[in-house]
């Protein structure tokens, strides 16, 4: 294209780039794939996800951090917040107060102080007083392994129930955040609208031995390399099995 136009000129290769992009997506889905296979694609997660950072709540078990009352707080924490930010929250959170008691000693105020950087920390700082109040008034300051229990307080849903369940009290059970959602659905085990009914549809096509690994591989990787937009394709392990649903380009 000959032009002295330069912004014209300029149009036209990023033009020119984007319809490249989105041809090499079109080709890539349409060669044909192997079936799925869940285990090999876990055993390959495993492998992969080795060198990036772990889901946030693992992290912090990794840490100690990994008792039901502390995976509770923190994920309440990671609610719409970045690992980056609710991470570090956490920690400062559990290391002023570590139990159940010594949360509920403290003030709405001192909790939110102390979360300050994640999103909407000051209902947070209630939600995670009430807890901690409730569960030493009806629980004598162990939150059991329940998950009615966990998903009777206010501001738990099933996402943050089965991770703390799953991580603090080791029961299998999945949890579907936004990453997770995004991916399974791209891959083409699931064709759903929202997690909490992708939760329920993974438990259909995930054996129960993975269902603590569906979080703590397929958010990371989701994070990382299977992400919302312009997904690294390229270098995925999976992409001899994964259909791409919705991927028009990639990396």
């Excluded at 694609?41 to 992290?59: D, H, I, N, V």
């Excluded at 083409?188 to 096509?205: C, D, F, K, R, W």
């Amino acid at each position: 294209m000959g032009t002295n136009d330069p912004i014209a000129e300029e149009k036209h290769i990023a033009d020119h780039r984007g319809e490249n992009a989105a041809h090499t997506a079109r080709a890539s889905s349409t060669v044909k794939k192997r079936p799925f296979d869940v285990e090999v694609a876990f055993e390959r997660l495993s492998e992969t996800m080795q060198g990036y950072p772990k889901a946030g709540l693992f992290q912090l078990a990794d840490l100690g951090y990994g008792g039901v009352f502390e995976t509770l707080v923190a994920c309440i924490l990671s609610i719409r917040t970045l690992d980056e930010v609710s991470v570090p929250a956490a920690q400062r959170l559990l290391n002023a107060a570590r139990t159940p008691e010594r949360m509920a000693a403290l003030s709405p105020d001192e909790i939110d102080a102390l979360i300050d950087p994640c999103v909407f920390h000051t209902p947070k700082s209630r939600t995670i007083h009430t807890l901690a109040r409730r569960v030493v008034e009806e629980y004598g300051g162990e939150l059991p392994c329940d998950e009615g229990v966990l998903l009777g307080i206010a501001g738990v849903g099933p996402k943050c129930a089965n991770l703390a369940l799953g991580i603090g009290c080791g029961k299998p059970l999945i949890s579907v955040d936004i990453h997770v959602h995004r991916v399974v659905n791209r891959w083409g085990i699931v064709s759903t609208t929202a997690p909490e009914e992708t939760m329920v549809e993974l438990e259909q096509v995930i054996p129960r031995s993975h269902w603590i690994d569906t979080n703590r591989l397929i958010m990371p990787f989701g994070k990382f390399l299977c992400s919302g937009k312009l997904p690294h394709c390229s270098i995925c392990p999976l992409l001899e099995m994964c259909r791409q649903v919705g991927v028009t380009a990639h990396r």
